[in-house]
């Protein structure tokens, strides 16, 4: 993903694209999103839901350790992967709409898209324009 949609979702969402103070790295210090443009929307509706809820759980008085924090967003065969340090049901069902969501959403643009082999021979939620292309 490319460098400013990755710092809008780092400066949008803070809690849960946070650093270690015990200096471990976290997907903030990588500063990357493993996987295309095309699923910015998508990730970054999943992720200020999840950081909505993360100031709830601060605002009843968890402490910053202890608040759900992202470690990892890619794509692998061809679906989304969340991966969060801890999790609640919620967050889990709100992970499994965005994967549903990057299903069907163009992995490049962002348009309607499907699992399908692009010309390079990549599996990839693509849409037929971009399976031409990449
Ligand atoms: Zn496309």
Redesign the pocket.
């Known amino acids: 993903m490319n460098k400013s949609l990755t710092e809008r979702l780092f400066e949008e969402c803070p809690l849960i694209y946070r650093t270690n103070s015990d200096g471990t790295q976290t997907i903030v210090n990588r500063r990357e999103f493993e996987c295309g443009d095309?699923w910015f929307d998508t990730i970054y509706q999943l992720s200020t839901k999840i950081e909505s809820i993360a100031k709830v759980m601060q605002q009843n008085g968890t402490p910053i350790s202890g608040l759900p924090q992202v470690r990892q967003v890619k794509e692998k065969f061809g679906g989304l992967r969340f991966y969060m340090n801890r999790s609640t049901e919620e967050i889990e069902e709100l992970i499994q709409q965005a994967s549903l969501q990057a299903s069907i959403t163009?992995e490049?643009?962002?348009?309607a898209?499907y699992k399908q082999a692009t010309s390079s021979g990549w599996i990839m939620v693509?849409?037929d324009?971009?399976a031409r292309e990449y």
């Open positions: 095309g163009c490049c643009c962002g348009e898209g693509v849409c324009n971009c």
